[in-house]
């Protein structure tokens, strides 16, 4: 994340974003970004596991990549159709854990499928799962990381997301 740091104090901070469709470069709009504190249940993903992920493409619809991060989405929305408006927005949301680690940005989701090995009538989501046993607390994932945990995350969140929805978790 090195380029587009993360300040030490809440409030506004304007940093120039360039991004196109595939999830790299390319915009020339600057971007004003806000600084949200959450705590979170940050989870890891084993890098056999991770491997399969790098290039396919996600939920995003860009290609995963190491550095990327996937999240629920209606906890940034409140909404259960929240994944198309945060596509949007999921190249620019970048953070950092209180471990040190950093993500550049949302490139998934954490999965939608039911819990458990056997599809059961009225089961749980995974994503239900984990905000049910995790409650008020940010479910992030990350693809690079190391260490696992309840903790703060900053996320860095284009204002005009924030304007319109505010920082997460809504759960």
Known sequence: MGSRGIPGTNGNHVQPRLISPDGEGGSSANEEFVECRVQARVLITGARNAKKRFGRVGAMLFPVRPGDAAIIPRQFTGTLTA?????????????????????????????????????????????????????????????????????????????????????????
């Open 83 to 171: 994944g198309p408006v945060l596509r949007e927005y999921a190249p620019l949301i970048h953070g950092r854990t209180a471990a040190g680690e950093e993500f550049d940005r949302i490139g998934d989701v954490i999965g939608g499928t039911q819990y458990g090995s056997e599809p059961v009538p009225n089961s749980l989501t995974l994503q239900e799962r984990f905000m049910q046993d995790n409650p008020g607390l940010l479910i992030i994932e990350l693809y690079s990381g190391t260490k696992p945990g309840v903790m703060e995350v900053v996320l860095m969140v284009p204002k005009s997301f924030v304007d319109r929805f505010g920082c997460p978790p809504k759960n």
